[in-house]
């Protein structure tokens, strides 16, 4: 399986994704204000688990917010996990 594609930003789905061997990884966000974008929804799918592109979406969403100015609220539970992995290795 090739799992090094690289991450669109999908401004008009609102997502992150990833597409692999026909399948889409992705994260879902909502934009709350001009300041705040709410990660609300990250999916893999059954034939991608255990590859680590949950993480990647997640690296690439995130990063995307910080280059942008705005801050994150981690409504998905995984994305909140990944953050607080991140906020502890610093």
């Given at each position: 399986?090739?799992?090094?594609?690289?991450?669109?930003?999908?401004?008009?789905?609102?997502?992150?994704?990833?597409?692999?061997?026909?399948?889409?990884?992705?994260?879902?966000?909502?934009?709350?204000?001009?300041?705040?974008?709410?990660?609300?929804?990250?999916?893999v799918?059954?034939?991608?688990?255990?590859?680590?592109?949950?993480?990647?979406?997640?690296?690439?969403?995130?990063?995307?917010?910080?280059?942008?100015?705005?801050?994150?609220?981690p409504?998905?539970?995984?994305?909140?996990?990944?953050?607080?992995?991140?906020?502890?290795?610093?």
């Amino acid at each position: 399986m090739n799992t090094h594609q690289e991450v669109i930003h999908n401004f008009a789905a609102q997502s992150f994704e990833v597409f692999v061997d026909g399948h889409r990884a992705h994260l879902d966000y909502q934009r709350l204000d001009e300041r705040t974008l709410d990660y609300c929804h990250t999916f893999v799918p059954d034939a991608l688990r255990g590859q680590g592109l949950a993480a990647r979406v997640t690296a690439a969403a995130l990063d995307y917010a910080r280059d942008n100015g705005f801050e994150v609220r981690p409504s998905c539970s995984y994305v909140a996990a990944y953050m607080q992995r991140q906020a502890s290795r610093r």
